[in-house]
């Protein structure tokens, strides 16, 4: 099965207009696809089924459970398959089954190790600032995205977990967040800040056989090897910001086969 990738297109600023890339025959769309939502018209009607998992600015200025369910609600309009913390069972025309979870992942901010949390806690306040989204009526702060990350990451180890019993040949894992610090930024390195884009969840890499994420404006594509199995395959295909040349370099039409 072949599958595009696309995230952080940003387009509530951004111009960028999507393109379908010739034999994919999934689009997946891993997050910070437009903050107003208005971006998303622009993959109705795309000739390929498109999944999508709601980036970190997909809630910006909004309470993060009624976004969620709103989000969900144009997505089901729009006839995309919109996934958090739920999965989807997708058939290859080759016959291939494919299992998809997806989740937001937000950062439990545990990437540096629990001794760290505190710095990594208090430089996330500067984004969680910007992004200023609310949960019943209080801030979405440090404490409420580690309790939502949490939970996040307990369903995923749960659902990874599940043997397959011969429903489905490969599994398919789609973030926002990055799972491993192998996907922070060049450009900041290994410092508190980098634990508000990656999480530590080495030990679930091995249990995917592809593994996609955004929220870097960097792009990825590295193997994490496992005993017994060909190694799992981490990628991310942003295209970021072109005010700061991070769309230089990306791949509109990246296809990924699995």
Known sequence: MKLQLLSDLHLETETFSPRPAPGAELLVLAGDIDSTWAGYERFAGWP???????????????DVDAGLAGLRALCQRLG??????????????????????????WSDFDLLGPTQRPRAERAAGYFLRLM?????????????????????????????????????EHTLVVTHFAPSLR????????????????????????????????????????SVARPGQRPVRVVCNPRGLAAKGEDEGHDPLLTLAL
């Not at 989807?88 to 016959?95: C, D, R, V």
């Not at 800040?193 to 080495?202: K, P, Q």
């Not at 890499?205 to 929220?215: E, F, N, S, T, V």
């Open 132 to 168: 200023g989204s609310t949960r019943g009526g209080r801030p979405f702060d440090a404490a409420a995205v580690r309790q939502e990350a949490l939970a996040c990451r307990a369903w995923l180890e749960q659902a990874l977990a599940v043997p397959a019993r011969s429903r489905w």
């Open 80 to 105: 995309f398959i919109f996934l958090e913390r739920e999965e989807h069972l997708f058939t290859a025309a080759s016959g291939q089954r494919v299992r998809v979870l997806g989740t937001t992942r």
């Open 183 to 222: 996907s922070a930024d060049p450009r900041y390195g290994r410092q508190p800040g980098t634990a508000s884009f990656c999480n530590d969840d080495e030990a679930l890499l091995p249990r995917a056989d592809l593994w996609l994420h955004g929220h870097l404006h960097c792009r990825h594509d590295y």
């Open 48 to 62: 390929v089924p498109v999944l999508v998992v709601a980036g970190n600015h997909e809630f910006d200025g909004r």
